[in-house]
């Protein structure tokens, strides 16, 4: 089974291959920073540092929410915090595969 961890906390979580990361670890206690779980608020976000490509691709509102993200960092702290992020958001991406994430917060 994948392994989802989290690298602030040094917590680790298998999960079931193909769930969707916040509902996997929701399901297991552990409740990450959410709004809408449709895709659009951008509230769950979350830097994927290892693994990215053992998610799912991002559909195209996931997309959109991504891109609307990243405009918010670029104003709120500019474009060098984007430098190496790889953002996702936890209610959309699905498992595949190990990862280790950080959730993100507003700046
Ligand atoms: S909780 Fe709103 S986009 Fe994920």
């Not at 297991?28 to 779980?37: T, V």
């Not at 559909?59 to 790889?86: C, P």
């Amino acid at each position: 089974m994948p392994r989802v961890s989290l690298s602030e906390s040094n917590q680790s979580f298998e999960v079931a291959a193909e769930s969707v990361i916040y509902d996997a670890l929701s399901d297991q206690g552990l409740d990450l920073p959410h709004g809408c779980l449709a895709g659009s608020c951008g509230a769950c976000r979350i830097h994927v540092s290892l693994g990215s490509e053992n998610l799912s691709p991002a559909g195209a509102i996931e997309k959109n929410t991504i891109e609307a993200i990243q405009d918010e960092y670029r104003k709120s702290v500019g474009e060098e915090f984007l430098k190496d992020k790889h953002i996702r958001l936890s209610c959309r991406a699905r498992v595949k595969g190990d990862v280790t994430i950080t959730p993100l917060s507003r700046k």
